[in-house]
């Protein structure tokens, strides 16, 4: 019995240092592996510019737009986070490893570059060049716990800012203030693009699709088909006459028509009619 259990003891500690060493990184790996990314980057390295605040802007604008036309992250938001993340692009990751953003390794597939931050040797994602890593920036927020930020206004950079540091995305308590000065010491906002309602509703409804399957779920709240597989519709959270009825190319006079609704009052899990 003693030694069964002697036995049983020494196969637990065993399997516990193994699952240990997959966790951790030693400094010696660490090292090893950041020589190797840094010998493929030589080149690049050392024909790095330095940027100044202004030359980040004129660099990276383009890129940041694009990502605010695609999911609705307003490009002042993505360029003042870049510029602080980054220090203006001169910081060791956006140098070496094109991380932009301080994106760490979880979930990642790709290569890794080991440095100190909330932990000794934290792996933070590399990237093949800086615009990766703003198009990776977008995928990142494109979780559950971020996906309120993407029904606010793609012009609203004082709504991302402070949703940002609600959602967990950054412990500095001045996090919100922080970017919105970048925004405004740089009139970062001349970036940034109304959208009509049509187009908010369509990208909404895209990238919150994209989310729920990023998480596995089905699509809910405002993720719906543009074209409707049947003849109802079922009201869901945060659902207006005029958001549903221009979903489905309908006026709200046609959609109340269709229901014989004398007023525009709608509830949750109630059933429209959209087509006849």
């Excluded at 412990?171 to 940034?192: G, S």
């Excluded at 006459?241 to 006079?253: C, E, G, H, P």
Aim: proline share 3%.
């Amino acid at each position: 019995m003693h030694k069964t259990l002697y036995i049983l003891l020494v196969t637990c500690i065993v399997f516990a240092s193994c699952s240990s060493r997959k966790k951790t990184i030693s400094d010696r790996q660490a090292r090893r592996n950041n020589k190797t990314i840094q010998k493929a980057n030589k080149e690049a390295i050392a024909n790095y510019q330095a940027y100044t605040a202004q030359s980040y802007i004129d660099r990276f604008k383009t890129v940041a737009v694009q990502e605010m036309n695609l999911y609705g992250i307003p490009a002042s938001i993505t360029l003042a986070q870049g510029m602080f993340e980054s220090g203006n692009g001169n910081s060791e990751l956006a140098k070496v490893a094109n991380n932009h953003f301080g994106i760490k390794c979880n979930g990642w597939n790709g290569e890794g570059y080991y440095k100190d931050d909330d932990n000794a040797n934290d792996c933070f994602r590399v990237y093949k060049n800086p615009e990766e890593s703003f198009r990776d920036h977008s995928d990142f927020l494109k979780k559950k716990r971020y996906a309120a930020l993407f029904e606010l206004d793609k012009n609203d950079y004082e709504g991302w800012a402070y949703g940002l540091k609600a959602a967990g995305y950054a412990t500095n308590p001045q996090y919100p203030q922080l970017l919105i000065n970048v925004i405004k010491k740089y009139n970062l906002d001349r970036f940034d693009r109304p959208e009509t309602d049509l187009q908010k509703i369509k990208r909404e409804d895209r990238v919150l699709a994209e989310i729920n399957d990023n998480i596995g779920q089905p699509a809910k709240d405002a993720v719906v088909q543009e074209t409707p597989v049947d003849k109802y519709y079922i009201v869901r959270q945060g659902d207006t006459l005029y958001n549903i009825s221009k979903r489905f190319s309908l006026t709200v006079d046609e959609l109340k028509a269709l229901n014989n609704m004398a007023d525009n009052n709608i509830k949750i899990g109630q059933k429209l009619v959209i087509a006849q």
